[in-house]
Each structure stands twice: as C-alpha cells, then as structure tokens.
C-alpha cells in the first residue's frame, strides 16, 4: 500500500491557460474522488468515480472542469481556461466503496493561478 | 443538502489536557457514516475516527473518542493526553449511505487545534 499520490503537488499558470493534474489511488480501491480546498475552508467535493464511471457530480464542478479516469485506475482532471478563483488545493482521495466507507487522501496539487 | 458545521474555529489545550471538539450536522437520512479528519501543516488528510449512525455505541481509537448524539445531530471528538503532534486542522465529514450513488463527504470548516507546551 503505498497510498494515494498526486502530481504535481503544486502548479503555478496564468490566467486562462489549461491545466491538468493526475491522481493515482491506493491500487485496489475502485472508488477515487475529486475534492477542492481553499484557504481556511474545509473540502469541497468536486466528483468521484467507481471504476471508470463517473457517478456523481457536484454543481461546483462547472464546464470549465473535466474529469476523466479511462482505465478505472489513474484518474485526470482538467481545467479549461483557468481563472483567480480556481486557486485552491486539489485533492484526490480513493475508497474500496463499500463499508467503512473510509476515503484516504492524497498529498493533494495547490494550484496558483495568476 | 447535508450541511456539518464545526462552531469553534480554534481551539487551544495544554499538553497532556483533554479537548473536546463539536460538530453539528444536519440530514435528513437516517442511515450515514461521521467521520473526524485530522490535517496537519503538512496538509494531507488523516483519517482520525468513524462512526456508523445506526451503531448506538460511541467509537474510540487510543486516545480519541466521540459523542455520537443522533437525535441532536451532535457528533464531538475527544482527544484524550494531548500530545503536541495533536496539532492540527480537525475536520469533521459526513456521508449519507442512501445506495443512491451519492458518495462525496461533505466536511466542516474545520477547527485548529492548538497544543500548549
């Protein structure tokens, strides 16, 4: 088990440029999420995946955002034509799904967009 | 749509002292999972504790315990011998287990825990 790892851990871009990030999970859980966290906020859940199904998505998860997880493994998120208020930490977490119900979290990306 | 909120910001304790952090939710499922997180400086999410809502008994890991009220909708994490390595942001999570699909945890603000030497 050598836990969930996302890359980059920190991405700095400018204003309207793309940006993706990876998540890879713990490898036999099925269920990877999406959440994001601002400053002096808890998480916000984004997304999750069972698989290579996305099954839920939240309204914060504007068209701006993609993600996409092809092989049920590894899973991308991407974000089209970055603005200020994307700035946050982006964290990926993953879950066996079934009870306990228990998600582990990755070291998560913190985005800087300028 | 659930909400959790977590009522002290900051909270501060000598070491060795015992502290009591709340949280309060809001739902209307009767089945779902709590759970308490714990975020160092570090900045990646440790799960701390759990409790199943249709489980009366209060979990406990070594040191940490919770107060799992349903009727309240109160669901506080103790913290037992503070050690300094405590420090932290404290976030407390929610979960429905609908089987309808929904799967994300909804989270307080957190609370930061302050250890006093």
């Known amino acids: 088990d050598t836990g969930v790892s996302q890359d980059p851990r920190h991405k700095i871009t400018k204003r309207g440029q793309n940006v993706t990030f990876r998540c890879d999970p713990i490898?036999?859980?099925?269920?990877l999420y999406w959440y994001r966290q601002t400053l002096g906020q808890g998480p916000e859940f984004l997304t999750y995946f069972q698989n290579e199904a996305q099954l839920e998505k939240s309204r914060l998860l504007s068209d701006r955002f993609s993600a996409e997880r092809p092989k049920g493994s590894f899973s991308t998120l991407e974000i089209q034509r970055t603005e200020q208020g994307d700035s946050a930490m982006y964290l990926c977490a993953s879950s066996l799904g079934a009870p306990p119900r228990k998600q582990y979290f990755g070291p998560g990306t913190r985005l800087t967009v300028t | 749509a659930q909400t959790v909120t977590q009522s002290q910001p900051e909270m501060s304790v000598q070491e060795a002292e015992t502290v009591t952090l709340s949280c309060t939710y809001d739902t209307s499922e009767s089945d779902y999972y709590l759970f308490w997180y714990k975020q160092p400086p570090s900045r990646q999410m440790i799960l701390v504790i759990r409790q199943e809502a249709y489980k009366q008994q209060n979990a406990t890991e070594n040191r940490f315990s919770v107060n799992f009220q349903k009727a309240a909708k109160s669901f506080s994490l103790k913290i037992s011998d503070s050690q300094l390595g405590d420090a932290a942001m404290y976030f407390c999570a929610y979960v429905p287990n609908s089987g309808g699909g929904a799967d994300g945890l909804t989270f307080g603000k957190g609370t930061h825990l302050i250890i006093q030497p």
């Open positions: 490898s036999e859980h099925n269920r």
